[in-house]
């Protein structure tokens, strides 16, 4: 049940917003746990994005999984997300921001869950 959330600043076609979602879920799935069927993504594109007061050229990149992945695993993850926005986007590494979250709870199906 993971979630990912891209907000960035670059224009996306519906049909490369579809693919991109596509290729995050997949690569979610890398990880134990996380299945592609199940990953929620959200991609806000040409959102406005402030460094300093002024418009940055840039993304920012949220992961929220379930439970907690282990260290090496997100490294590697993160990488290839890098190099996946770096390729999709046109974006450098200094312009692209993420972070992991791992919950202890998570509410579906009706109920919260441990």
């Given amino acids: 049940m ?4 891209l907000s960035t600043t670059k224009a996306i ?4 917003k579809a693919e ?9 799935s890398t990880m134990p ?3 592609y069927e199940r990953t929620m993504v959200r991609i806000e594109a ?7 007061g002024e418009p940055a050229e840039c993304a920012y990149f949220q992961t929220h999984f379930r439970k907690p992945v282990p260290m090496e695993l997100q490294k590697a ?19 692209i921001y993420m ?16």
């Fill in 77 to 95: 993850y993160i990488e290839k997300m890098y190099a996946l926005f770096h390729d999709k986007l046109g974006l450098k590494t200094q312009q």
């Fill in 33 to 35: 746990g996380k299945p």
């Fill in 13 to 16: 076609a519906p049909k490369e």
């Fill in 20 to 28: 991109l979602a596509d290729e995050i879920a997949k690569l979610v």
């Fill in 46 to 52: 040409e959102c406005e994005i402030y460094r300093a």
């Fill in 2 to 5: 993971p979630f990912v959330h």
């Fill in 99 to 114: 972070s992991m979250i791992g919950l202890d709870t998570w509410g579906s199906r009706g109920t919260l869950s441990e």
